[in-house]
């Protein structure tokens, strides 16, 4: 295993004088949530400052929004059908405000779809439903399906022509397949090309694009290999960037979702852990893409402590799930 840390830690040495960027994700669920219980307008401006505030603390270069939840749908009005949460609570102006603040201090946003999973979009489309056999309701959309592939279209151009402060945005997660059996060729080469097409869109809008792959393991902590994720997921991440120029990959390395799967001794996060599959994600993709490997983790396991040692590495990019959930644990991602 000693040559993985070697690979490693050349990558990472090669560009010592920079440091980490970290990046946090923020869902305005928690927003709303807060709103319904205090509507008056100041309530708006002082939670922004709050935000803003712990952002610039912690020297946050950017952020990545949540406009599409999968479970509620859009977060602001919007002309897609059936994707429009509680109406008094989808408003453009919360999320026009944060941005604008943000911006006020340098900090970058993009907005993040959980890619192809929506209820509202599940719930009044049958016909538009992936096949999931093992009945776990993930609310999953066929791509194959043209109106799949034409309604995320329009969700995404929607989004960035609303929100034109907006830098790019991120593929989360992508995923359109039936889960306990394998993926039949035609569903994994069709989300590949989708996902290059998007890929190709938001870069003639002059934007960015990255991806964030889930990558899971085995009881053991080992990454499954390319062959099972491509089976499970329904898409291929080499041929994907093979045919696209994707800026950002944001591997999901997820020590807290491990635990839950496996349970382990291990209470916290494990740096050896992540480290460790890190360097085996780098080996399966093409060197040209290694300085555009960043790394995405949640902070349900983890501490102050552990988000300033893996900073120290000096990945491209740092991202955490998420802003709230951060602030609720009072982690401070620099020590003050």
């Not at 929506?118 to 999953?140: D, I, M, V, Y």
């Not at 089976?231 to 997820?254: A, W, Y």
């Not at 040209?288 to 491209?316: C, T, W």
Request: glycine fraction near 4%.
């Amino acid at each position: 295993m000693l040559y993985l840390f070697i690979f490693l830690q050349t990558l990472l040495l090669s560009n010592s004088k920079a440091e980490s960027a970290v990046f946090l994700r923020y869902d305005p669920g928690f927003y709303y949530d807060r709103i319904k219980a205090h509507p008056e307008e100041k309530t708006t401006d002082l939670y922004i400052k709050e935000l803003v505030s712990y952002w610039k603390l912690n020297h946050i270069r950017g952020v990545y929004l949540l406009l599409h939840s999968p479970e509620y749908g859009a977060f602001y009005p919007t002309k897609i059908k059936h994707e429009l949460i509680e109406p008094n609570l989808g408003k453009t102006t919360f999320i026009k405000k944060l941005l604008k603040a943000g911006k006020k201090e340098k900090i970058t946003f993009e907005a993040f779809f959980y890619f192809l999973r929506s209820k509202t979009l599940w719930n009044t489309n049958p016909g538009w439903r992936a096949a999931n056999c093992n009945q776990e309701n993930e609310f999953l959309l066929d791509v194959r399906n043209p109106e799949v592939r034409k309604t995320y279209e329009n969700l995404i151009d929607d989004t960035m022509k609303k929100f034109p402060l907006l830098s790019g945005i991120d593929l989360s997660e992508p995923i359109s397949v039936n889960h306990c059996e394998n993926t039949d060729h035609q569903t994994t080469m069709e989300l590949t090309r989708f996902i290059t097409r998007i890929s190709k869109k938001i870069h003639a809008l002059r934007k960015e694009i990255s991806i964030t792959p889930n990558l899971p393991v085995n009881e053991n902590g080992n990454l499954w290999s390319e062959s099972e994720t491509k089976s499970f997921f329904g898409f291929s991440l080499l041929q994907v960037l093979k045919e696209s120029n994707i800026d950002l990959i944001l591997p999901q390395l997820d020590f807290y979702q491990w635990q839950k799967a496996f349970p382990i001794k291990r209470a916290q996060f494990d740096l050896h852990w992540s480290l460790k599959n890190f360097s085996i994600f780098l080996k399966r993709i093409p060197k040209k893409y290694h300085q555009k490997v960043g790394i995405h983790l949640e902070v349900f396991a983890m501490n102050s402590k552990d988000v300033q040692a893996i900073r120290k590495k000096k990945f491209p990019r740092l991202d955490y799930y998420e802003t709230e959930l951060a602030r609720g644990k009072d982690i401070k991602f620099y020590a003050h």
